[in-house]
């Protein structure tokens, strides 16, 4: 028996190995790194959990923070003998901003232009860098291991402008044949070992395979982590997955399946196709409704075994939101200038497009996902605050989620979820450092780790959507008009400094010259009478 369909197609296409990175160009949006750099008179976020202070001066040297001193109290001037000297370094004035460390995507998709979606992945790692991510879990694509390796090796070098890149690839992607015996399966993660890859993520196996995958890749100290794939979740929910050593869950499917009480399986109308994807997605919305309350003896007994692992979740609650409100979602004003035509038509209802379910989606579904949303983020949020780890995640590039844009909804889900806003930043920096075990590296602004920093003119903990590219609309009191403030202002990558606004433009230029060669005004994108056809492959 094959994994998937999914996955033995992407197996398919991923026997070409690349001499270079396909669809990035060599680095030129970046100066640096610097010997001696320093940023100046910046409030702290420090991404532990620890309330915000400064300002601060931050020192960095060859690409690691060599010091964080304090330079006065709010409000008064600093005095310049507090502050540490230049010595010949490069300074950038962060006076009245608030710096961060460089966010950590846990699921993310560098897709070929080749792809449905016909986007580069320089458009893609534009975007993550402009919102501040500057480290990328990716989980799988349209090219294979082989390419992703490409990417991060160049990446790893600062040839590209792109964020740190940890490999996970879909299990059955790596090899070069099918994955149908536990010998076949350990095989399959010894070639993800080889191709470079950090961990490896499933969708789903018999049992005999995966408990043979996992096995091989905890003897190899690869991470694991898993879409419980409806296909095949009546096999293993999440209790037997981690039980047998996966060590991360994707989105939340197998999680209510493990918390039913009074079925096995859920309850599928008779009529019911996965293969149609309004099905899919129409009935997964009615899922957590199907499992124990809060509270219950099941609740707690799943939620506390799942502690005792100590397994971690990435909900990636933004690449659902659609479900729960579609005109919304679809008329984000970030689409007339950030989404390419390309993603776009690969956004709009399809039945031969992935995420592309709105056939005839209307109030009922969208009312059963906001129930969906109310159970599931209550799980989250008390696991959260029983000592679970918790990361952010977007895996945009479907349902109306762009990327970049779908990772910063994904931080104001988790507030919505009832985190508070210092617990968002912890699970976008150091807890997603900590689940990619690179905390001694990277997550938090610390004296001797990586220069990976964000800096954003306003208090993000005050109001996460100022850290979209299209910032936040707000009343200026002086004016009493409207004004748009905000947007991530610098973001610093491996010591390399990135002007954010600057990618955004870029980006915008990107997408405006796709539209002209297709002959699209500028503007809104059309739902229906949309003829767009790709004009470069």
Known sequence: MRVIAFAAMLAAMAGQAFAAPEGVAARHDATGPYKRLIVRGATLIDGSGAPPFGPVDIVVENDRISRIVSVGSPGLEIDPEDRPPLNGGTEI?????????????????????????????????????????????????????????????????????????????????????????????????????????????????????????????????????????????????VLDTSGHGLTSMEHWYGLPEALFEDKAIQDYPVDYNYSDEQHRFGEAGKLWAQAAAPGSERWNYVRDTLLERNFAIIPTFTIY??????????????????????????????????????????????????????????????????????????????????YGFGYIQELELLREAGFHPLEVIRAATLDGARILGAESDIGSVQVGKKADLVIVGENPLANLKVLYATGHIKLDPETNKPVRVGGVDTVIKDGLVYDAKALAAEVKAMVAAEKEKAGIAPGPMPIVDFNFESTER
């Open 321 to 402: 939101l659609a479900s729960r409100d579609w005109m919304r979602t679809r008329r984000a004003e970030w689409h007339d200038e950030f989404t390419m035509p390309s993603l776009w038509n690969f956004y709009r209802p399809d039945r031969n497009a992935h995420g592309s379910y709105w056939f005839d989606w209307g109030t009922e579904q969208e009312v059963a996902w906001r129930d969906n949303y109310k159970r599931w983020m209550t799980f989250i949020n008390e696991y959260k605050n029983k000592g679970g780890r918790v990361g952010a995640g977007e895996d945009a590039g479907y349902i109306y989620s762009t």
């Open 93 to 237: 004035d962060a006076t009245g901003k608030y710096v961060l460390p460089g966010f950590v995507n846990l699921h993310g998709h560098i897709h070929s232009r080749e792809s449905g979606q016909g986007v580069p992945p320089d458009y893609i790692f534009k975007l993550w860098l402009m919102h501040g991510v500057t480290t990328v879990r990716e989980v799988g694509n349209d090219k294979g291991a082989a390419y992703t390796n490409e990417l991060l090796k160049a990446s790893a070098r600062n040839e590209i402008d792109g964020p740190r890149i940890y490999s996970y690839p879909f299990f059955g992607t790596c090899g070069s044949g099918g994955v149908d015996t536990p010998g076949e399966a350990r095989a399959e993660i010894r070639a993800c070992k080889n191709s470079g890859a950090s961990g490896v993520k499933f969708f789903s196996a018999p049992e005999e395979i995966l408990w043979a995958a996992f096995d091989e890749a905890k003897k190899l100290g690869l991470k694991t982590t898993m879409h419980h794939a409806q296909l095949a979740v009546a096999h293993a929910d």
